[in-house]
């Protein structure tokens, strides 16, 4: 027994799975299964760190072409930004019918399909053909955020089953062994207990939110804004600023009993908070916690309205419906007390410290500072906000973490709107996409489309937004066109194995404003997992594929062929 050896490994909603060599031998595999290679040694076709839509979406390709992977997730939870971030789908207007994928596509039907089979819908809402559980206003599938876990885990949990795929959830990597423009290795630690395993591969994707593995390869990157004299974008500064990210957000989620009384203790910071006003260029109107903000697109003052029954408040845009993930009137009677929603709104944008590159000590001190402001803003609304009748406060809220799936109530991961970007073989910049910019550059005629791109393998579309920034730049807001993903913005400069697979592609500050949302995160993670098992099966390059027109071509088809748009029709 003492040559036994134990691998432990956390498996899809198992709190871990031992998997056993004993004296000496290594567990057989299929070709399309993992192998281990030593105590605390894993190895597949491909190692993918960071369980968000990125990430999830670059396994389920690869896995459906037939090559294993391993998945790693420093939460507990996959699904990014639908699920640990608490952040419903930000999409654009055609996406039931077309510019996603259709694995997205099959997501989001799983996710209307949970709810008939699952919820007491009434029989007008089962009916409908577009079901909205929340009927949010920021989109048009609005769900909680255990959902789309469940579904996720559901896409996975065969390719688990069968060994092709290895998910380790509360592992987060901290080290990479490479040697010049190869990545043999990286270095994964267990959150919870400390312990390491190595895990080896022919190709490697970083998913992570904020690009944490860039660094650690020495891949080329860049972060913050580029001057105007970098990328001659319209709106990029006169002077870069690598630390100047947008600010990122601790969601949470509420409902409303009216009547009752759920205040929470006052927050530490409360004071802080409830007198702060955010130092921005051009000027922000007024105290952070209030119902007053810069309009984005015209950055002059304008009133948002709360009123948590939904009820409306004229012009202004009720804040309850925005990102409301359940409206109680879509079930049957009684089953639930109140509507629910999320709160990843003006008033809780964190803007005073960066998470990119900075010490885990630094790093836990700013989400704890995010998480402040979050609370302030949750027991401003329980005791400060005003009625539309001349009231205030609306002690009735109650913090619903059972939602979001913490003791605290906040978000498991803050919602990060950018972090490191590859220097690529191509970047994105904003005269490809953004309307002003197109004119500008090529003519009044360019403003109709944005720029064809040869090499395109996704597509994606929303408006450039580019909240508030860490060095006081207000909102950047503008408009963009349907626009499409070039595999050359997926193609590091020097590395050979290793590819982005989240918002970490070449784009730039300005143009990552569009390139970041669900379906393009999706987008870029699907072709990713696409691309490196074509790389294997072709015994070639990723950047090979880029540059030999017929192996571009085939594996333009092959992606087309499992339902990946590199076009807009229609």
């Known amino acids: 027994m003492d040559r036994k050896r134990f691998i432990q490994l956390t498996g899809l909603g198992i709190s871990s799975v031992a998997y056993t060599s004993v004296f000496g031998s290594s567990l057989s595999a299929t070709s399309k299964q993992l192998k281990i290679s030593g105590d605390h040694e894993l190895s597949a076709d491909l190692v993918i760190a960071g369980g968000g839509l990125g990430g999830c979406a670059a396994a389920l390709a690869a896995l459906r072409n037939n090559i294993s992977v391993i998945l790693t997730e420093e939460t507990d939870w996959i699904g990014g930004q639908l699920t640990q971030q608490g952040v419903p789908p930000d999409e654009h207007q055609w996406i039931e019918t077309r510019g996603c994928t259709k694995l997205y596509r099959n997501v989001r039907n799983e996710i209307r399909q949970f709810y008939i089979r699952n919820y007491p819908l009434t029989m007008n809402v089962r009916l409908r053909a577009n079901l909205n559980p929340g009927d949010g206003a920021v989109s048009k599938l609005c769900h909680e955020p255990r959902v789309a876990l469940a579904v996720l885990e559901a896409m996975l949990l065969p390719y688990i089953s069968s060994g092709q795929l290895t998910l380790l959830t509360q592992y987060k990597i901290v080290a990479a062994d490479v040697t010049r423009d190869k990545v043999n290795s990286l270095k994964a630690v267990n959150t919870l207990t400390g312990a390491t395993i190595i895990l080896s591969a022919r190709y490697f994707a970083d998913a992570t939110e904020l690009g944490d593995v860039l660094p650690l390869t020495g891949t080329e990157f860049v972060t913050g804004t580029e001057s105007v004299k970098d990328t001659g974008e319209l709106h990029a500064p006169q002077k870069a600023d690598p630390d100047n990210h947008q600010a990122f957000t601790v969601c949470f989620a509420m409902d409303y009993l009216k009547g009752e009384n759920h205040t929470i203790d006052k927050p530490k910071d409360y004071h802080f908070w409830q007198n702060f006003v955010p130092k921005l260029m051009p000027p922000w109107p007024g105290k952070l916690l209030s119902l007053a903000y810069s309009q984005p697109s015209t950055l002059r003052p304008k009133q ?30 009684g089953k639930y007390r109140s509507d629910i929603t999320c709160v990843n709104w003006p008033q809780n944008d964190y803007l005073l410290g960066n998470l990119i590159g900075v010490s885990n000590e630094e790093f836990k001190r700013q989400v704890d500072n995010a998480k402040q402001l979050s609370l302030s803003l949750l027991y401003w609304l329980q005791t400060e906000a005003p009625h539309p009748d001349g009231g205030q406060g609306w002690p009735g809220l109650r913090l619903r973490k059972d939602v979001i799936g913490t003791e605290d109530g906040l978000a498991k991961y803050p919602y990060v709107r950018e972090g490191r970007r590859i220097k690529a073989v191509f970047t994105v910049k904003e005269e490809h996409v953004g309307v002003e910019n197109r004119i500008l550059v090529a003519g009044k005629a360019s403003a109709a489309k944005a720029a064809v791109f040869k090499d395109s393998v996704g597509v994606g579309s929303y408006h450039i937004d580019l909240h508030p920034t860490t060095r006081g730049q207000n909102y950047i807001d503008f408009d963009s066109l349907p626009f499409q993903i070039p595999l050359g913005a997926l193609i590091p400069q020097r590395m050979e194995n290793f590819l982005p697979a989240n918002k970490n592609i070449g784009t730039t500050h300005i143009t990552n404003g569009c390139y970041r949302l669900h379906p393009v995160e999706w987008n870029i993670g699907e072709t990713v997992g696409s691309l490196a098992a074509f790389a294997i099966s072709k015994k070639i390059t990723p950047r090979e594929v880029l540059e030999k027109p017929v192996r571009l071509q085939d594996f333009q088809s092959l992606i087309i062929s499992q339902g990946i748009e590199i076009e807009w029709t229609g």
């Open 304 to 333: 948002l309205g709360f009123h948590p029954e939904g009820i409306s408040t004229g012009e202004a845009l009720n804040l309850w419906n925005y990102r409301r993930i359940i409206n109680r009137n879509n079930f049957t009677e």
